[in-house]
């Protein structure tokens, strides 16, 4: 089992920028591809970022490309979402996942994790 908790989201003005953190145990962390997610209301959870175990891989969703950045620290069994240049479509809950691997993939599709944070709140307002 692997527990994620989620925390750094809040209210910004558009223009703004935010760092999600995903703090995670039970397991190796550096054993697990890690994903963000976000959920707004009426829509259904979509991806955002994904991050390869080491790190030395990652992929973007088209909308955040350029303006959204993940990373981890597998010394700190966390993974980061830089968020900068917010607009108010970004608002949502975010979530990260994860999902055990043996290679150096990314994965993009929300039903190949099968662990998941509870979410943060992001709302931005124009």
Request: glycine share 12%; net charge positive; hydrophobic share 30%.
């Amino acid at each position: 089992q692997v527990q994620l908790v989620e925390s750094g989201g809040g209210l910004v003005q558009a223009g703004g920028s935010l760092r999600l953190s995903c703090a995670a145990s039970g397991r190796t962390f550096s054993n697990y591809s890690m994903g963000w997610f976000r959920q707004a209301p009426g829509k259904e959870r979509e991806f955002v970022a994904a991050i390869s175990r080491s790190g030395g891989s990652s992929g973007y969703a088209d909308s955040v490309k350029g303006r959204f950045t993940i990373s981890r620290d597998n010394a700190k069994n966390t993974v980061y979402l830089q968020m900068n240049s917010l607009k108010p479509q970004d608002t949502a809950v975010y979530y990260c996942a994860a999902v055990r691997t043996y290679s150096g993939t990314i994965y993009y599709a929300r039903n190949t994790y099968n662990y998941w944070g509870q979410g943060t709140q992001v709302t931005v307002s124009s």
